[in-house]
């Protein structure tokens, strides 16, 4: 057996080059200055049974080279690495490494699939300033022609060009400060995508302000009503909704919530001896302690009735899983003949509370908004300053009729 103490022979052409006796199996390894530093590289081949005296000594020969040149063979690899670094590879890179949530990364990955298809499997480097922005008015006319977003307040395809040239910029950010072992940048010229911004090409969007008014808000509750049966809860369970989808579609009006939130409410976090419900998976990752009104929480006792899982509004198909909801909104808008999303009733909910002389500070307490000062940072809400609140809200949702939505169990 060797001894592990045994010492290194050096190659009878190249000095540098020796073979290591080891236990396992002699290795071929390489020991030089890098030029520049003062310290001793070791470079270690493999077994001397795997590869041959004629391959080490030739890519011996490289690695001294690169190394008289200050060069450290290793670094020249990482090099090549990051000079092939594809778009979609530094894209799933990118998601691998940042704290996003699924929803976001789902949103990344088919953005930039949709409308980078072409540029997949190119180099990050090898994508122009001008390439970009070409793409970007491509991406813009390409959505107008196909026509099937209604025209809004801004021009057909801008929003999704928009989207989709913001998402490839956050990709080339991400490497700015990548450098390769000479100290050049991986991105020598930049961000290209800063070429859009520059020409000032990019118009400014012009955000939704729809909401529902007094008579939008007495039809829509009409036509739950009179769909759902919603009158002593007598739900119809009709073909075309679920019980689960109008208690839904009530609590985003009730609540302001975004379209995601609810969904992801588990049993776990509905507290009816408190009577305040949690949603953990918020957009800004705070989460958000509702108080139940009275309404509210008759509702969540007849998603308690009919409970499968672990979620308030569990999948209909997939056990163990949430509803998507994914269409509810459109339909209900659709069949009362309205134009609304589930960011409407935000904006109906944040309307209706302005209306009631409630603050910004207040109302952006129950929508979760993030704090935009230090100090409000430091400020706890708890569930019982937003209890009242609520109570008007409601007051003014459900006042205009006769006959409350909702009231009897």
Not at 42 to 53: A, D, E, H, M, V
Not at 162 to 179: E, G, V
Request: proline content about 5%; hydrophobic content about 35%; overall charge positive.
């Amino acid at each position: 057996m060797t001894s592990p103490a045994a010492k290194p022979i050096h190659d009878s052409r190249i000095s540098a080059l020796m073979v290591k006796p080891q236990v396992s199996g002699d290795v071929y390894m390489l020991k030089a200055k890098q030029r520049g530093i003062n310290k001793t590289v070791t470079i270690t081949y493999g077994k001397t049974s795997l590869i041959s005296r004629s391959e080490v000594r030739k890519q011996a020969t490289q690695d001294l080279a690169l190394l008289h040149q200050g060069i450290h063979p290793r670094q020249t690899k990482q090099d090549d690495k990051l000079r092939t670094l594809t778009l979609a590879d530094a894209i799933e890179n990118m998601l691998k490494l940042r704290p996003l949530k699924p929803q976001t990364v789902q949103s990344y990955r088919s953005t930039l699939r949709r409308n980078f298809k072409a540029w997949l499997g190119r180099p990050i480097h090898s994508i122009t300033a001008d390439e970009c922005l070409k793409r970007y008015k491509a991406i813009q006319a390409e959505v107008e022609m196909r026509g099937r977003v209604k025209v809004k307040a801004n021009r057909s395809g801008e929003c999704e060009a928009q989207k989709a040239i913001r998402t490839l910029s956050s990709i080339f950010s991400f490497y700015l400060s990548d450098t390769l072992s000479n100290g050049a940048s991986l991105l020598p010229k930049g961000n290209p995508v800063r070429l859009i911004a520059d020409k000032k090409v990019r118009p400014t969007l012009v955000r939704r302000k729809d909401h529902l008014n007094l008579s939008e808000r007495c039809k829509l509750l009409r036509y739950l009503q009179e769909t759902f049966n919603a009158v002593n809860h007598f739900q119809s369970q009709s073909p075309q909704f679920s019980g689960a989808q109008t208690d839904y579609v009530m609590l985003l009006l009730c609540t302001g919530l975004r379209r995601n939130e609810p969904l992801s409410l588990l049993w776990e976090n509905v507290d009816f001896e408190e009577g305040t419900y949690t949603i953990v998976n918020t957009k800004n990752n705070e989460w958000l302690t509702i108080p139940m009104t009275e309404r509210v929480r008759k509702l969540f006792r007849r998603r308690l009735g009919e409970q499968v899982n672990d979620f308030v509004f569990p999948s209909p198909t997939t056990p163990n899983r949430a509803a998507t909801m994914s269409r509810v909104i459109e339909r209900v808008a659709k069949q009362s003949e309205l134009r609304f999303t589930a960011h409407t009733l935000r904006r109906t909910v944040t309307t209706i509370l302005a209306e009631l002389r409630y603050t910004d500070d207040e109302i952006g307490r129950l929508l979760n908004h993030k704090p935009r000062t230090q100090t409000q940072e430091y400020v706890v809400v708890a569930a019982d300053q937003l209890r009242p609140m609520l109570a008007e809200l409601e007051e003014s949702l459900f006042e205009p009729f006769t006959t409350a939505i909702y009231e009897s169990d």
